[in-house]
């Protein structure tokens, strides 16, 4: 842009400038200040634009790799802290070293922080009476201290280990034909072709699989609670249990009554998400438009 037409353009030097240089034009010193004006403008806008991405990019660097590093390893406290949940709620039956009290609960030496966070995340333990099969209930206590009292009985005799709690236990939606045979092979038979549940002899049941989250669903192949087999990893290996996984919650959401199953309602659905998507284009369209004339 000429200083001609930036002033044609402004026109806020409507007069001959006094003071102007040899070739007629207006001293630069005078027109400049505008220009820079402008140029600092762009150049703010665009610091701001970096500070924001970089605040942003930062923030994410920052938590995203210190939630995983925090998951993975127990450390010493949540040990610690882990045994006074342990003394306070489970050792009049499984006793102070875990040895298990006659008459009140079998001892739990070896049975991993998988079988604790089994046991307690599905509400079946800490058990209100001694001697009845515990079924699934609310759990008593939140994520963070399920997996502290998982460390505890972990450090007093190893066993199964709860898989971290940034690991992805469910995997891609082009497993789900391995995972529906798995299914079908080792599962269906007692908790039902669709995961409904079914009732076991001796009065005993295998419950449905609606109500269990992945992590819950790992742990239960881990450890075979009750009557189920443990299906170790020799059994069904981990990316084969991934696969499971997809499939029994695959199975879940096509079985959900109403709310979010989208992928049972199919081509409506598709059909919905078209009309909206349309009618947002005519708006944006009527808009643009509008704004042009
Ligand atoms: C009132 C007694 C009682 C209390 C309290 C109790 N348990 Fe249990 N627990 C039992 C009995 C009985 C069993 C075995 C019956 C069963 O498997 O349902 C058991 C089983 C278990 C098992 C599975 C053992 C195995 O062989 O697989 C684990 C793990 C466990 N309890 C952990 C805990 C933890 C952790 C707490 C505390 C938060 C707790 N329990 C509190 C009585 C109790
Ligand atoms: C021989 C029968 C049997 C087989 C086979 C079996 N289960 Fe189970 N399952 C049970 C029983 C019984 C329970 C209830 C245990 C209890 O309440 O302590 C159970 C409980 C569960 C639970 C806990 C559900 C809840 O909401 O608390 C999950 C998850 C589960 N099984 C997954 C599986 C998967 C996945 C497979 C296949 C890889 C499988 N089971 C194979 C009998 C079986």
């Given at each position: 842009m000429t200083d001609e037409e930036h002033l044609d353009a402004d026109g806020d030097l409507g007069f001959t400038p006094a003071v102007v240089?040899?070739?007629g034009r207006p001293a630069p010193s005078r027109t400049a200040t505008p220009r820079r004006r402008a140029l600092r403008r762009r150049i703010t806008s665009l610091a701001v634009l970096v500070g924001a991405l970089t605040v942003v990019g930062g923030g994410y660097a920052m938590l995203a790799p210190a939630s995983g590093a925090d998951d993975t390893a127990a450390?010493?406290?949540?040990?610690e802290a882990g045994r006074q949940l342990y003394n306070n709620s489970c050792i009049t039956c499984h006793g102070a070293n875990l040895e298990g009290v006659t008459g009140r609960g079998p001892t739990i030496v070896g049975t991993g922080s998988a079988d604790v966070y089994f046991q307690v995340s599905t509400g079946r333990m800490p058990a209100p009476v001694q001697g009845a099969w515990e079924l699934r209930k609310v759990p008593?206590?939140?994520?963070?201290?399920?997996?502290?009292?998982?460390a505890f009985v972990q450090s007093k005799g190893g066993g199964p280990e709860v898989p971290a709690?940034?690991?992805d236990l469910r995997a891609d939606a082009d497993k789900l034909g391995d995972g529906g045979e798995l299914f079908r092979l080792n599962c269906a038979s007692c908790?039902?072709?669709?995961g409904h549940?079914?009732?076991l002899s001796a009065g005993k049941i295998a419950p449905d699989l609606y109500r269990a989250t992945d992590r819950q669903l790992y742990t239960a192949m881990q450890v075979g609670p009750e009557n189920m087999p443990v299906f170790g990893n020799n059994q069904i290996t981990p990316e084969q249990k991934r696969a499971i996984i997809g499939y029994v919650q695959a199975m879940k959401e096509s079985n959900d009554p109403g709310g979010a199953g989208l992928g049972r309602i199919g081509p409506v659905a598709e059909g919905l998400v078209?009309?909206?998507a349309g009618l947002g284009v005519l708006m944006v369209s009527i808009l643009w438009i509008g704004a042009r004339l």
């Open positions: 240089d040899d070739t450390t010493s406290q949540d040990v008593k206590f939140n994520e963070q201290e399920i997996l502290q009292l998982g709690a940034d690991a908790h039902g072709a669709t549940g079914a009732p078209i009309w909206t």
